[in-house]
Nanobody
Framework: QVQLVQSGGGFVQAGGSLRLSCAAS????????LGWFRQAPGKEREFVAA????????YEADSVAGRFTISRDNAKNTVYLQMNSLKPEDTAVYYC????????????????WGQGTQVTVSS
């Protein structure tokens, strides 16, 4: 089992920045790929970014490329999502997720999830 606890998020004006954190406990953190997903009201959960177990494989959705950065610190068992140049359309509940080794963009393939955190961007 892997437990994921999220922090960060909140309310920010367009153009601002936020950083989300996701701390893991349980199994060996370095064996897991981590992903960030988001879900806006009435919409499907969508992929944001993912990172491999060693940090060497990164994936970002086109909608956030160049603005969001995923990173991980295996010594702290934590994955981060730095969000810059935020837009109102980034407003959603953000979730971190974990699966073994290989990062993928399909949320159905992640077995462990954080509790979610609200990000609201005003125009």
């Amino acid at each position: 089992q892997v437990q994921l606890v999220q922090s960060g998020g909140g309310f920010v004006q367009a153009g601002g920045s936020l950083r989300l954190s996701c701390a893991a406990s349980g199994r060996t953190f370095s064996n897991y790929a981590l992903g960030w997903f988001r879900q806006a009201p009435g919409k499907e959960r969508e992929f944001v970014a993912a990172i491999g177990s060693t940090g060497s494989r990164l994936y970002e959705a086109d909608s956030v490329a160049g603005r969001f950065t995923i990173s991980r610190d295996n010594a702290k068992n934590t994955v981060y999502l730095q969000m810059n140049s935020l837009k109102p359309e980034d407003t959603a509940v953000y979730y971190c997720a974990a699966r073994q080794f290989v990062p993928v963009t399909n949320h159905y393939e992640y077995g462990y999830w954080g509790q979610g955190t609200q990000v609201t961007v005003s125009s």
